[in-house]
C-alpha cells in the first residue's frame, strides 16, 4: 500500500528541481544545438541547390556560346570559300582574256607575216620565171 506523508511531497519537490535544471542545463542546449545544425543542414542543401542552379545556367550559357561559335565558324568558312571561288573565277577570266589577246595578235602576226611572204614571192616569182624560162627554151624571153 501507499504512504503519502512528507517524503513523496520532498521526492516531488526533487523531481521537479531535477526536471528544472536538467532543463535549463542540459535539454535546451541541446535543442538549441540540434536546431543549429538542422538550420545550417537545410541552409547547406539550399546553398547546394543554388549552385547546382548555377552551374546548370553556366553549362547551358556555354553551350549556347559554343553553339553560336560554330555557327559564326560555319559562316565564316562558307564566306571565305565564296570569296576564293568568285577570286578564282575572276583570275581564270582574266588568264582566258589575256591568252585570247595573245591569240588573237599571234595569229594577226602570221597574216601579217604571210602576207609579207606571200609578196615578196609574188615579186621574185617573175624573174624566176623568165630565168625559168630563159633556161628550158635556150633563149631570152
Not at 513523496?8 to 542540459?26: A, D, E, G, K, P
Not at 565564316?76 to 577570266?93: G, N, P, S, W
Request: aromatic residues 4%.
Amino acid at each position: 500500500m501507499i504512504n503519502i506523508n512528507a517524503t513523496l511531497l520532498v521526492q516531488l519537490v526533487n523531481f521537479l528541481l531535477l526536471m528544472y535544471l536538467l532543463n535549463r542545463l542540459l535539454f535546451r542546449p541541446m535543442l538549441r544545438v540540434l536546431e543549429e545544425r538542422s538550420d545550417r543542414t537545410e541552409g547547406r542543401r539550399k546553398q547546394a541547390a543554388q549552385l547546382s542552379s548555377e552551374s546548370q545556367a553556366l553549362w547551358d550559357d556555354y553551350q549556347k556560346r559554343l553553339q553560336a561559335a560554330k555557327a559564326d565558324a560555319d559562316r565564316t568558312r562558307t564566306q571565305v570559300i565564296r570569296q576564293a571561288e568568285a577570286q578564282r573565277d575572276r583570275l581564270l577570266e582574266a588568264a582566258s582574256g589575256e591568252a585570247d589577246k595573245a591569240v588573237t595578235q599571234v595569229r594577226a602576226r602570221l597574216r601579217a607575216e604571210s602576207e609579207d611572204a606571200r609578196k615578196a614571192l609574188r615579186a621574185q616569182v617573175a624573174p624566176l620565171a623568165t630565168a625559168v624560162a630563159q633556161r628550158i627554151l635556150g633563149r631570152a624571153v
